[in-house]
Every structure is written in C-alpha cells, then in structure tokens.
C-alpha cells in the first residue's frame, strides 16, 4: 500500500477544527493534498473573545487569498500604548498601521475569534477534495509503516498517510503520542468581555491596542469587528476549582472588580461599564524542547495541541497558522521522493525552536507585566527610555 499511496494523492486527517484545524486544512489542501477534518462539537464556531494578529500572521493570510475576507471583519489598529494600571500615565507606544507595514510587509490586525474561523471554514468548504465531519470525536490512532488508522468514539475507523492532531490544550492525539500528562494551571485567569463600542460612554470607546500593566495583573483591550466592537482581556492571579477544560466559565463581576479596586480612575471606568464577564482558567506546558515532541511516524501536532501558552505575547493562533503553514509546505513535497514521516519530521524540525521562543517569551512577558515594587518601577522606566525599541518584536514579526 505504500508504494501505491506515495503515487496517489496524500491523505490527510485532521483532529479538531479549530483555528488550527482549519488553517492546516487550507495549507494542506493547497499544497494538493485530500483532506478529511474531524471536530468533535455539533456545529463549527469559536468563543465570543478576540485574537490580536501580528504582521507574521496577516502575511500567511494575504497569501491563502483571505486578504479581501480579513478586511471586511477585522480592524487595523494605528498604534499599540502601554499605561500604568495604577497611575493611568502612558509607558510606552509602538506604532502600528502604515509603519508596521513598511516594517514588515502586512498589517497588525485584531478580530473576533468567530470571525477568523469563519473566513477560515468558509475558506476550506470552497476548495474540492475537503471533508469537513462533525460530531466525531477521535479516541485512538494506530500509526504504521503504510498508513495511519483513526478510531472515533461512534467506532468509525478510517485510514489516511497523515494525522495532524490540532486538538487543542486537552489534544487526545498528544496524550497517546507523548503520553505526557496534563497541561500545567499557570494561576491566572483571564476575564474577557466583547461588547458594541456604542454601548460604551464616548471617553472609553477605543481603536488602538492598549495593555494596562499593574502589580499582579493586566488588562488588554483592542477593537474588533471594523472597530464596532471593543474586546477587553482582564488577567489576574487566582485559581477557580473543577472545570479547567471549559474556556466559557460564567465570572463573578464583582471579583474581578475587587480585583482591580485599586486601579486608576480610567481603567476602573471601563471594568465597572461592561456588564457581562466570562471566565478562562489558564493553562500551558513547559516550552518545547525537542522536534520529537511535535511529530513523531505519520503523526504531527500543531498549535495548541503541541504548544500550548500563556497569551501573553498574543501568539497562539497565531503560531498555530504558522504551524499550518509550514506543513503545506512540506506535504506539498509529498512526491514519493519523500516520504510522509519524514515530511512531518521536517516540519517539527522547522518549527519547534520558533514555537518554545514564542512559549517562553510568553512567560516572561507575563512575569514583566505583573511586576511589582522596585522592579515594576525598573520596567516602566525602561519603557518610557526605549518604548518602541522594547515593544517591537522583529525576529517574531517578520516571521519564520
Ligand atoms: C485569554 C486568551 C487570549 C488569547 N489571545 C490570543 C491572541 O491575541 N492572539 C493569538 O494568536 N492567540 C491568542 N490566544 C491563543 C489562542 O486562543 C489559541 O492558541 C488557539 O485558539 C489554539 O487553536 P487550536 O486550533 O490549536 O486549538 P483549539 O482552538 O482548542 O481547537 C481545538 C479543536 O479540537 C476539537 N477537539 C478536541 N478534541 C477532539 C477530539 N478528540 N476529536 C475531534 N475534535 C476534537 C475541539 O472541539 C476544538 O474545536 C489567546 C488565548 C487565551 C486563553
């Protein structure tokens, strides 16, 4: 069978349809391969929260052809400003828009989860020799010399050349391939709200990006759909008991405003307007460590399955569709020359040192926002010397 499959067309299986379900689905399918995606949910769709995208992602995007659909959905920020939570007083700015295009080739865009995956599955459901099945939720994988066989929990089993898990932080595929546990709490939790910037008193409405740093915790908020909406990301330190693969927890408004009782009157102004909270425990892994860890046989993980992390660099869909990326490019290769593991080995090799870089700069950007005391006022002088010169990130924008 190998000899036969190697003339054919690959055939790639996908566990989960998330962001990075559907990305490899778009890259595999462009590269040539036949794909067929399995998502566990009865309907394809993602959280009400928002994705900041820098120009390393926009870039793949323009590329798919999704440059048309992304500008009718998302908004293009002018600039990036960091305030202190408690003061109020600007840190830092980088400048976005038009520079960060001269900079980098793309824009910084923000966007609406649902809106991504929407351009994304609306994407692949264009494309020929795509299977998209809901409602199957993979339990087992067999991965062999010809051929990797997929068993779901109805007792389906189908065959393929290639698994790609993008299952997720909870990934099945990771459990059985790594056997490596479960993810780790990071003991933060994260309160997000989406609401129309019409809601808001003019003086809070915005369309920049600004982080709001403060002792023990941060406050994100950016637009999204066009600039109708306003996403807010509050993070604290705290743990909830139970539930921690639920990224939908209902959130008690008045913790969070406890939370952030000592805060400037500006930052206070906006956590006090938003009426409705939800609430994400959040969890990683360690970064990466070697290329076995992301594919190993016919099988590859990507995004969040492989590494998941702390958003604190705002890069975890953003590596995933990087991920996705660098498989089409390997499986375009798929020739019979090469073969299917040894394709998927390549990717990992490419991949997985940028992947732990952007994990553990996560980390530290977490730990540098939550300073407190003598080493808080360190980092804000630092940002008010350097500014853009510490809030740019090149070797991460311009890409792998
Ligand atoms: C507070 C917060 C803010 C963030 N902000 C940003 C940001 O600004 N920019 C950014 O780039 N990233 C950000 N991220 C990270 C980003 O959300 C994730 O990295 C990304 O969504 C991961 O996508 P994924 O497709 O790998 O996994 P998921 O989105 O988890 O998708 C996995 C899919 O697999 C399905 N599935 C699971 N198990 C099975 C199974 N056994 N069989 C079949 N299907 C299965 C699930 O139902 C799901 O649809 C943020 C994360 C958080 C928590």
């Known amino acids: 069978m190998g000899q036969n499959r190697s003339l054919m067309t690959t055939q790639v299986l996908i566990a989960g349809g998330g962001i990075g379900g559907l990305a490899a689905g778009l890259a595999c399918s462009r590269a040539g391969c036949q794909v067929r995606l399995y998502e566990r949910a009865e309907a394809f769709g993602e959280v009400g929260a928002g994705i900041q995208m820098g120009p390393n992602v926009v870039r793949l995007l323009q590329g798919w052809g999704l440059d048309a659909a992304l500008r009718a959905v998302a908004a293009y920020p002018e600039r990036l400003q960091v305030r202190h939570a408690l003061s109020g007083a600007e840190l830092g700015v980088l400048r976005l828009g038009q520079t960060t295009v001269q900079r980098y080739g793309a824009p910084y865009a923000t966007i609406h989860r649902a809106d991504l995956h929407q351009l994304l599955l609306a994407a692949l459901q264009q494309r020929e020799r795509v299977q998209l099945r809901l409602r199957h939720t993979l339990e087992t994988f067999e ?9 779901f929990a109805d007792g389906l089993e189908v065959e393929g050349d290639a698994l790609l898990g993008a299952d997720g932080l909870w990934s099945r595929v990771r459990s059985q391939l790594l056997n490596d546990g479960p993810p780790r709490v990071a003991g933060h939790l994260a309160y997000r709200a989406m609401l129309p910037q019409a809601s808001l008193p003019a003086a809070l409405r915005s369309q920049q990006v600004t982080a709001w740093l403060g002792p023990r915790l941060h406050v994100v908020q950016y ?5 109708a909406w306003l996403n807010v990301v ?3 330190h705290g743990h909830v008991h139970g539930g921690l693969e639920d990224w939908d927890h209902s959130a008690n408004t008045a913790d969070l405003q406890a939370a952030l009782a000592h805060t400037c009157g500006a930052l206070r102004a906006l956590i006090e307007a938003v009426p409705d909270w939800r609430l ?8 990466l460590t070697s290329a076995d860890q992301m594919a190993r046989g016919r099988v590859a993980l990507l995004g969040d399955a492989a590494h998941p992390m ?5 890069q975890g869909a953003g590596m995933a569709i990087e991920d996705a990326a ?3 490019r390997q499986l375009a290769q798929a020739d019979g020359v090469l073969d299917v593991p040894t394709l998927l080995q390549r990717y990992a090799l490419n991949r997985w040192q940028r992947n732990a870089r952007v994990q553990a700069r996560s980390i530290r950007n977490g730990e540098i926002f939550h300073l407190q005391g003598p080493l ?14 510490l809030l740019d990130v090149p070797w991460l924008y311009q890409g792998p």
């Not at 637009?223 to 600039?227: E, F, L, M, T």
């Not at 994400?280 to 970064?287: A, E, F, I, S, T």
Request: glycine content about 12%; charged content about 30%.
């Open 143 to 151: 991965s062999g010399a010809e051929a990797v066989r997929l068993r």
């Open 223 to 227: 637009p999204v759909r066009g600039g």
């Open 234 to 236: 509050a993070i604290v």
């Open 280 to 287: 994400w425990v959040l969890c990683d892994r360690p970064p």
């Open 310 to 314: 702390r958003p604190y660099l705002a």
């Open 326 to 328: 660098e498989l089409g």
């Open 376 to 389: 808080a006022w360190g980092r804000d002088a630092a940002l008010r010397l350097l500014g853009e010169r």
